[in-house]
């Protein structure tokens, strides 16, 4: 699976952690998850700035091509 950044429309809260600069996957036992890290879309801070944004789009659009290009 190929973990593609989530980038907001506009400056705010980040959509891929929600506000908590932690992101989480895996499965969840006892309310726990598996898996957790740091956020890559908006860099542990909760926020996605202007830069944020642009960063995730040209991650994304690399990844893509990436992926495609195999």
């Keep these: 699976m190929y973990d ?3 980038p907001n429309a506009k400056p705010g809260q980040c959509s891929k ?3 908590s ?4 996957w895996g499965a969840s036992v006892n ?4 898996f957790s890290g ?6 542990g801070t909760g926020e996605q700035t202007r830069s944020d944004i642009a960063r995730n789009r040209a ?3 690399h ?7 195999f």
């Design 4 to 6: 593609l950044s989530q």
């Design 17 to 19: 952690c929600k506000g």
């Design 21 to 24: 600069g932690e992101y989480r």
């Design 31 to 34: 309310g726990r998850t598996a």
């Design 38 to 43: 740091r956020c890559h879309s908006c860099g």
């Design 59 to 61: 991650y994304n659009r």
């Design 63 to 69: 990844k893509i091509n990436r992926i495609l290009s």
